[in-house]
């Protein structure tokens, strides 16, 4: 008994810290942290109640954009501090940011002045970068030959968020727009207190030759719960749920969001057969490999230091691990900057303004929360493509990452089209490009980054490669969309009310002439940066032909590893 009881301990121990239990407690964080892409749905709740002018709106949408992608301080605190005070970090910051939101837009506290509620809604969404370092890199350097499926994976369950969100806050709160503030306030933070301990890098890594068809039952399992949300959405739409029929939703919900948990304790109850029946004179391989790696590294410290200003300028080859400055001081890192500055920023500017979209169209407000649910489930659509098709592509056809996405910008300029010369449904079409195309760059991105610069800085790096998307958030949401729009308001309401506008009034544009010229606009942006993205495909063809495709050194020092590793058993 004593035996048994020891096991079981052994096993439970096994389980709370596997890599497939961390993959599963990354999928539950990941599906928590979009509460971000819900603004469209509760930014009229924050215009009409806090007497905010389009404007001032899309600052306070900017502010939410620059949160949501300057990671870097959640970068550099995960390069010295364990994952868990990352993700602890996170929940603090995302409960405190959207509470305060809360209270404002509720008037349970005086009216805070704009800077203020941009500091709120800043820290509530900065939140997600602690969420995505903490969850997305330890998954990615847990399995580094399969970084862009599990890339995918991970950001797809970030694009259901807001489906699953919006299910589960029906059920809690009902149709009441100002309590979803709240309810993005607490549900991410229980989620993430609740599961840090168990996202964590995994020393023994052992090689498992069915990996890849372990990620592809992840795969059916999120593509039945996006089918799920999208057929509940298109329902909710045309018919009223009474409360019980949101509590069967949102159950439904709950249980193909847990259901990867099967598929994650059976792997590791594998690995723990696996571990206990192998035999243990192996071990002394291991000590071997030990030593050769200690007497590397002794090598690697004799090696005569450069200074600091030559180790910046000599580059090494790609693939192989940058350093911080290295990497950004490239032209290759120069070129992520300006496409995802025009090609995500525009996709949020798009996302964020649905709301104030169908509102100029003449949408009902039920309709605006389907374009938000939908945009959300299309960008898991975008994200799932990337991550599995590009390897596909890449391992098969030698199809190069870099040149998905370009082509992926080229798609996206249709969407942002679709709103600028809208005809009936276009809007529909509009938000499934949009979230589409969003979703497939973060990806494509990150996977990017981590081939082309290594993974030994990647929780800093992939920081990095996204913070062209607070600009082009701010130049494109704020100082173009919201200007143009608020400018067609105000000659939209002199013509009706003379100059006398009311005071503390919310200025409302309606009629294609709202959105048209900014969106032709970003639509040509975007087309500039599909056009730079080449230039990155012509750099870097070479490298992903001749290694990236073949499994060459980026990968390979991985499968060296896992096979001393695996040793131990």
């Known amino acids: 008994m004593a035996g048994a009881k020891s096991g079981s301990s052994s096993f439970a121990k096994h389980l709370a810290t596997g890599r497939w239990t961390s993959v599963f407690a990354s999928f539950l964080i990941m599906a928590g942290a979009g509460g971000s892409y819900l603004f469209p749905v509760f930014s009229s709740d924050i215009k009409k109640n806090l007497g905010y002018n389009q404007s001032a709106l899309n600052t306070l949408s900017s502010f939410k954009d620059i949160g949501s992608t300057v990671g870097i301080l959640s970068g550099l605190i995960a390069e010295v501090t364990p994952t868990w005070f990352v993700l602890l970090t996170g929940s603090v910051t995302n409960f405190f940011g959207y509470f305060m939101i809360w209270l404002a837009v509720t008037g349970r506290i005086p009216q805070p002045p704009l800077w203020q509620m941009c500091l709120y ?25 399969s970084r862009s499926i599990m890339l995918g994976l991970l950001k797809g369950y970030v694009g259901l968020s807001a489906a699953i969100l919006n299910q589960l806050y029906l059920a809690i709160y009902g149709d009441d727009s100002s309590s979803l503030i709240l309810f993005i306030a607490w549900l991410p933070a229980v989620i993430s207190i ?71 304790f059976r792997q590791e109850l594998l690995l723990w057969r696996k571990i206990t029946t192998a035999p243990a004179e192996i071990v002394v391989e291991n000590a ?31 693939g192989e691990d940058y350093s911080i400055l290295q990497a950004v001081l490239s032209i290759d890192m120069l070129i992520i900057f300006i496409v995802t500055l025009v090609g995500l920023g525009s996709c949020l500017a798009a996302l964020d303004n649905l709301g104030q979209i169908g509102e100029a169209l003449l949408y009902e407000h039920k309709t605006v929360w389907t374009f938000a649910s939908l945009g959300s489930i299309w960008s898991y659509a975008g994200r799932i493509f990337a991550g599995f098709a590009s390897e596909i592509l890449l391992k098969k056809y030698k199809f190069p990452r870099p040149l998905m996405l370009s082509a992926i910008l080229f798609v996206e300029c249709i969407g942002h089209l679709l709103v600028a010369f809208p005809f009936y449904g276009s809007i529909y079409l509009s938000s499934l490009i ?44 704020k100082e173009l969309t919201g200007r143009l729009y608020d400018k067609e308001a105000k000659r939209q309401s002199t013509v009706i009310n003379g100059l006398n506008q009311p005071l503390g009034q919310a200025l409302v544009c309606k009629g294609q002439q709202c959105f048209g010229l900014s969106f032709t606009i970003m639509a040509l942006a975007t087309l500039f940066g599909a056009l730079i993205s080449l230039i990155l495909v012509g750099r870097t063809w070479s490298f ?26």
Do not use: W
């Not at 992903?544 to 695996?566: A, C, L, M």
């Open 288 to 318: 071997q490999a030990g030593e050769q790696k200690q007497e590397s590294s002794a090598n690697e410290a004799e090696e005569p230091k450069m200074s600091f200003f030559a180790h910046i300028c000599n580059k090494p080859k790609r």
């Open 434 to 477: 949009v979230g589409f195309t969003s979703g497939a760059q973060l990806p494509l991105v990150f996977a990017i980054i981590s081939e082309i610069f290594g993974l030994k800085h990647f929780s800093t790096l992939f920081n990095c490669g996204v913070m062209a998307l607070p600009i082009g958030s701010f130049l494109l949401n």
């Open 194 to 264: 609740l599961v840090m301990y168990v996202i964590r890098e995994k020393e023994v890594k052992i090689s498992q030759p069915n990996e890849v068809n372990v990620f592809y039952k992840f795969l059916y399992v999120s593509a039945a719960l996006a089918v799920f949300l999208m057929s509940m959405t298109l329902v909710q739409q045309r018919v009223t749920f009474s409360p019980t029929g949101y509590d069967l939703s949102a159950t439904a919900a709950c249980i193909l969001v847990f259901l990867p948990s099967v598929v994650a």
């Open 121 to 145: 809604i800043f820290l509530g969404a900065n939140s997600q970068n602690f969420a995505n370092t903490g969850a997305l890199v330890t998954c990615v350097k847990n399995f580094p030959e």
């Open 544 to 569: 992903y032909v001749n290694e990236v495709s073949r499994g060459g050194e980026t990968y390979e020092k991985f499968s060296d590893e896992e096979k001393e590793e695996e040793t131990r058993y």
